[in-house]
């Protein structure tokens, strides 16, 4: 997990302003109507959502995990959030339940969010946040292009709290993750990482880092093909060894063997080096082609860091 720094203060109220507002605009509407659900705690439901929205869009994650908390130890409210924790398809559907999953879905709509290109929607969220690696594998740059109508382009926004188990949690500001196509759709999907207790990216917890064995690799310079060796690797602390696990990042970093590869081969060059000239060349940062300070923000670079690290 890469760590992402939290966006300004004033980013943060002008995007919760601008949630708020249309809060009170959906409410407002003609068919809003919390009655139609028959559920006699629905309007109390609604009533905690507004009282609490502030926190809902801008809460930090141990704030959205509180509200998590609080939804679900209240003797109404939890019903919804059971009745989400997977929400039923088909013939199991509850009609009031549906209902007003629909109000709820309309009060924090991700839907709209998501093609919004203004400084607070979903376009100017990822501007805001200016990733330029994906935080869960480190192995993809997630491109945010918007320089005329014919490139524009924003990564996928992760719902680290999956917004079908939480939809009042769809359009928090800290529940939005720009990531990689393959994390997003393909990984994660609607998994919960409260389950796995995963490390938020947003979270004071410790950042990702590797640390990589060679299943097979004696002499380095025997090595012409990634046909020559293989590898595996752990995280070095607890959050990363789930991160690890969780996003199949050793299967997936296998494909990597060629920039690995490249690094190798550096790596002779530099044994081959003159002593003298040796001593005057950073190894670490003659293998990677990086400074280390930079390796968080290079594609695959904590692993290559490790790699460069401790290759001999
Ligand atoms: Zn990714």
Redesign the pocket.
């Given at each position: 997990m890469l760590k992402l720094a939290r966006l300004s203060q004033q980013y943060k109220d002008d995007y919760v302003a601008a949630r708020n507002a249309k809060f009170d605009e959906v409410e407002a509407e003609a068919n809003f109507d919390v009655a139609a659900t028959k559920l006699p705690w629905a309007q109390p439901f609604i009533d905690h959502l507004r009282a609490n929205r502030d926190t809902l869009y801008g809460g930090t994650p141990s704030e959205l995990e509180t509200q998590i908390g609080i939804i679900e130890a209240h003797p109404d409210f939890q019903k919804f959030a059971a009745y989400c924790n997977p929400r039923p398809r088909g013939k199991a559907k509850n009609k009031k339940m549906e209902a007003l999953c629909a109000l709820v879905e309309r009060l924090f709509n991700y839907g709209k969010l998501s093609k919004k290109a203004g400084p607070t929607g979903a376009y100017g969220l990822v501007k805001a946040h200016r990733q330029r690696i994906?935080?869960?594998?480190?192995?993809?740059h997630v491109n945010y292009h918007m320089t005329d109508k014919s490139l524009k382009m924003r990564p996928p926004l992760d719902h680290f709290y999956p917004k079908s188990v939480y939809p009042y949690l769809a359009i928090s500001l800290y529940n939005l993750i720009p990531?990689?196509e393959?994390?997003?759709s393909r990984i994660k999907l609607a998994k919960n990482p409260l389950l796995d207790r995963l490390a938020h990216p947003f979270n004071d917890t410790p950042a990702l880092a590797f640390a990589t064995s060679w299943k097979s690799l004696t002499i380095t310079n025997r090595i012409s093909s990634p046909a020559d060796f293989s590898f595996s690797f752990d995280g070095v602390c607890p959050e990363s060894k789930k991160m690890v696990k969780f996003?199949k990042l050793n299967k997936r970093y296998e494909w990597y063997n060629f920039e690995l590869l490249d690094l190798v081969n550096r790596y002779n060059k530099f044994m081959d080096m003159a002593p003298s000239l040796m001593k005057s060349v950073d190894r670490v940062a003659y293998l990677t082609g990086f400074s280390e300070a930079d390796a968080a923000k290079r594609a695959i670079g904590l692993f290559l860091l490790d790699v460069a690290k401790t290759i001999k």
């Open positions: 994906c935080p869960y594998c480190q192995m993809h990531s990689c393959q994390c997003n996003f």
